[in-house]
């Protein structure tokens, strides 16, 4: 079984630009997450999906970011402008349909820097 | 809002159990608690999830009490492979129909020979 795939792996940008990360979950799965790790600290939800519908997204800071899952399926999440501090690893999951189940499957992440 | 507390870091030798406590208050009350192991530069892997008592799998044991406040992540016999970033993860209560899915600060073991 194919796992979640994200790319780009790394991104190098300068502050104020703009950057979007793609996201393909495991087939099937009706759940996607998107993530936000800054070094040295636990992954912090930016935004839930569940099929095309946004779940949660109270963690967005939707002055700047965006995401969108497209047909259900694949998912994407841009920041514009980009500031110092969205430097972070920006991880992505997706789970099978359970509103108590937290078993969640992560891909390998792209790791953003802002200078 | 639920609130996860860990120890930020823990020792142990080969072949020894491991314990990792999180403690969480004000999560729902229905739904699972869940812990993930990760490694550098690869997204958190699940490990076990359950909801009350004591859940065994093939890696690890995990000991909820019944006022659900805590949970114990129990790593038999650890090897040097074991050595990563440990998180729970649980969800803080209906809001609007849906649980806030909170990350721990996450636990950093280290595995010596």
């Known amino acids: 079984e194919a796992g979640v795939a994200q790319s780009p792996r790394y991104k190098i940008i300068e502050k104020r630009q703009s950057v979007a990360f793609w996201c393909n979950p495991i087939?099937?799965?009706?759940?996607l997450y998107w993530y936000q790790q800054i070094l040295g600290q636990g992954p912090k939800l930016l935004i839930q999906?569940?099929?095309?519908?946004?779940?949660?997204d109270s963690q967005l800071p939707k002055d700047r970011f965006s995401a969108e899952r497209l047909k259900g399926v694949d998912s994407t999440l841009k920041i514009q402008p980009a500031k110092l501090e969205d430097s972070a690893v920006y991880l992505c999951?997706?789970?099978?349909?359970?509103?108590?189940?937290?078993?969640?499957?992560f891909g390998p992440g792209t790791r953003l820097t802002v200078t | 809002l639920a609130k996860t507390t860990q120890p930020i870091s823990m020792d142990s030798y080969e072949g020894q159990e491991v314990n990792i406590t999180c403690s969480h208050n004000?999560?729902?009350?229905?739904?699972?608690i869940t812990w993930y192991q990760q490694f550098p530069s690869q997204g958190p892997r699940f490990i076990i999830q359950?909801?009350?008592t004591k859940v065994t799998n093939e890696v690890a044991s995990l000991f909820i009490p019944a006022d659900r406040k805590s949970s114990t992540l129990s790593l038999p016999r650890v090897s040097l492979s074991d050595t990563a970033v440990y998180y729970c993860?649980?969800?803080?209560?209906?809001?609007?129909?849906?649980?806030?899915?909170?990350f721990g600060a996450g636990t950093r073991l280290a595995v010596h020979p």
């Open positions: 999951a997706s789970s099978l349909e359970s509103p108590t189940s937290y078993e969640q499957y």
């Open positions: 087939s099937g799965h009706a759940t």
């Open positions: 999906f569940q099929n095309n519908g946004v779940v949660d």
């Open positions: 004000n999560i729902a009350t229905n739904d699972y």
């Open positions: 359950g909801y009350k």
């Open positions: 993860l649980v969800g803080d209560g209906f809001s609007g129909g849906y649980n806030k899915l909170i």
